[in-house]
């Protein structure tokens, strides 16, 4: 068969989830992942609407209910120790499930495993294109030829800065910056999620299932990624950003030590991501390297729902990849663009950034449905 070896850069949400639908129809996809396994960082995402449905169609939505985080209210925690809520904003219902990420990714890798050749420990570092194929050279496996080569890989893209050009021409840093981490012990509060204020930073203490993870989402001047490389890096910018401030968290009573012990921090800029077409030839991207900008945890929903959307257009243009990528972009962009709209919003509700501000959220919130 022609035209069915498709590359795969990245082993996260979008892209073992694109390897599962083309196997099924008939490609032979390898994907590619420049971690040495399943990442065990990061937080809780959603799986909603027709992303649920296309984990049914998979048979895999059994284990997302299993590894589900039951964890269904969220509460503001007011300066005096007092809540607000607990509020069902945002959180799964009917089918919908909320999972830890690495969860969600290690479950459809598994799932994907049947007909997919996966490259662990391995990175693209050269795309050569021309009118019949794409020849890709790697860090460590030996080069080969494909008919069509996705870039699932995240906000940083590989794939993206090879065949479209610099990260800084397409990825634009909000000001705005999340990490996560685990605390390896139960949270105090087992069916609450508990958001603690202070002006321009939140701190976030999530259930999960039975081991507590911390969330930090705060406000900063916008930086290069360069700027942020290491978890060294990493841990002193959040310990910067949280040390000068008092937070009373019973499960963080030593913050410093535990940011700086944490060896699974998970951190990075919120950026939104535009670009004027999302394919170049026979290079395709999928996921946040063609789009991002979610602080509700949807952002892995899309990427299913593009992988999705990209198998269903390679199927039925197998020999014509030109057609069937614009396809998928013309019916993908519809869904994705509604949710970058929706970025002020959630970053007002999440990261209020005066004392005014942090105010006037606690008073909306207060007539929020329980």
Excluded at 95 to 105: I, K
Aim: proline share 7%; glycine share 12%; net charge positive.
């Amino acid at each position: 068969m022609r035209g069915r070896d498709v590359l795969i850069c990245g082993a996260g949400i979008a892209g073992p989830t694109l390897a599962y639908w083309l196997a099924r129809h008939g490609f032979r996809p390898t994907v590619v992942e420049r971690a040495t396994g399943v990442r065990s960082s990061g937080n809780p995402v959603d799986v909603h609407g027709p992303a649920t449905e296309a984990a049914r169609s998979m048979g895999i939505l059994g284990r997302l209910r299993d590894a589900a985080t039951h964890a269904p209210a969220l509460a503001f925690v007011t300066p005096s120790g007092g809540r607000i809520g607990p509020m069902r904003l945002g959180r799964p219902r009917g089918d919908d499930v909320e999972v830890p990420r690495a969860d969600l990714a290690s479950v459809l890798i598994e799932a994907a495993h049947d007909g997919t050749e996966f490259l662990f420990g391995d990175s693209v570092t050269g795309l050569h294109a021309d009118s019949s194929g794409v020849d890709a050279v790697f860090a460590h496996a030996a080069p080969r030829r494909f008919d069509v080569v996705v870039g699932a890989d995240g906000l940083h893209s590989t794939v993206r800065a090879l065949a479209f050009g610099p990260e800084t021409n397409f990825a634009k840093p909000l000001g705005l910056y999340i990490a996560t981490m685990s605390l390896g012990r139960p949270a105090d509060d087992p069916g609450t999620v508990l958001m603690y204020n202070q002006p321009g930073r939140s701190l976030t203490v999530h259930p999960v299932r039975g081991t507590a993870g911390a969330g930090f989402i705060f406000r900063g001047p916008p930086m290069p990624s360069s700027d942020y490389r290491g978890i060294d890096v990493q841990q002193r910018i959040v310990l910067d950003a949280y040390t000068g401030h008092r937070w009373a968290v019973p499960e963080l009573p030593d913050l410093e030590g535990q940011v700086g012990a944490a060896r699974d921090l998970y951190f990075d800029a919120v950026s939104r991501v535009r670009m004027p077409c999302w394919s170049r030839g026979r290079i395709t991207l999928l996921g946040d390297a063609a789009s991002c900008v979610s602080l509700f945890g949807d952002g892995s929903s899309m990427a299913m729902l593009g992988a999705v959307t990209l198998a269903e257009a390679l199927a039925g243009s197998p020999g014509d990849p030109a057609v069937a990528l614009r396809r998928y972009e013309s019916r993908h962009r519809k869904v994705v663009g509604s949710r970058q709209l929706g970025y002020p919003l959630a970053a007002a509700l999440l990261v209020p950034s005066t004392r005014a501000g942090l105010a006037g959220r606690n008073l909306a919130a207060r007539m929020f449905p329980r």
